[in-house]
């Protein structure tokens, strides 16, 4: 198996979609939630690798289940949703990923795929730092990092990634550290 997967979705057909490409594919989907609520308790109880997450959920927004379950687990999650104007508020929360509606099926596994890599660097985030919070705001700089390193050096994330933490590295600083003082100097030559 690829990974086991949650479906968090109030709409009907939706998840039906979703899970019949993700088991074409080899993933496993161990549960489908139609509130926020339901969502919460199937991931506590199915420990999934990633949640599929509509933000438009009855109960609890899936913003703020997203929130909850990064300051529970992590988990990494990819927002389903059709309103991209939410992407900021969903990846201060933790999102790694996006699946907008209406989806091609191809486009599904990419964005799992995709989700998974940035939560594999999310965590080497999260084991600098004490606490929950303290690596959602540590990933924040660590994303427009790797966004500003991409854009001078036309690099994808991965690369840009990789030499953030070479950066780190070198200067004995944690990856926190080297991003803000990166998208510091970066400020400063824009000026």
């Known amino acids: 198996m690829l990974a086991r997967i949650v479906i968090a979705e109030d709409n009907w057909l939706t998840p039906t979609v979703l899970r019949a490409e993700l088991e074409t594919h080899g993933y496993e989907v161990v549960g489908v939630a139609r509130t ?58 933790g999102a790694m990923g996006y699946l907008v509606k209406p989806f091609l099926p191809d486009e599904i596994g990419a964005a799992v795929e995709m989700a998974r890599e940035r939560f594999g660097r999310f965590q080497e985030v999260r084991a600098e730092a004490p606490d929950a919070h303290e690596a959602l705001y540590a990933w924040s700089a660590v994303r427009r ?14 690369e840009a ?31």
């Open 36 to 93: 926020g609520t339901e969502a919460l308790e199937l991931c506590r109880r199915e420990f999934p690798e990633v949640v599929l997450m509509d933000i438009g959920m009855p109960e609890i927004d899936g913003i703020e289940v997203t929130r909850l379950l990064m300051e529970e687990g992590p988990t990494c999650v990819v927002m389903v949703t059709g309103d991209s104007s939410l992407s900021q508020a969903s990846e201060e929360a």
């Open 145 to 158: 990092a790797i966004k500003a390193i991409g854009d001078r050096d036309r690099v994808r994330d991965e």
């Open 161 to 191: 990634f990789a030499r953030l933490r070479q950066t780190a590295s070198d200067r004995a600083v944690t990856l926190r550290q080297a991003a803000e003082a990166l998208v510091a100097g970066e400020a400063k030559l824009r000026s």
